[in-house]
């Protein structure tokens, strides 16, 4: 990436999670609970400004 992020500037990634023990996400088992992942994103700049993200993600089982 060349310079700062404009305002509604998508940034592509891609993270390999095949290193990680996750389970699926689940909603509403028995009433009783959910499962949710976050994934927090940082993105420091070239004069150290940070931009932050907080972003859900959904975990399916093959």
């Avoid at 927090?40 to 975990?59: A, G, T």
Wanted: proline letters at 5%; aromatic letters at 16%.
């Amino acid at each position: 990436m060349d310079g700062a992020p404009i305002k509604g500037e998508t940034i592509p990634i891609r993270l390999f999670l095949g290193g990680y023990e996750l389970g699926p996400t689940f909603q509403d088992i028995n009433k009783k609970f959910s499962v949710k992942y976050y994934l927090n994103l940082v993105l420091v700049d070239e004069e150290n400004r940070r931009y932050f993200k907080q972003h859900e993600i959904f975990m399916y089982r093959k």
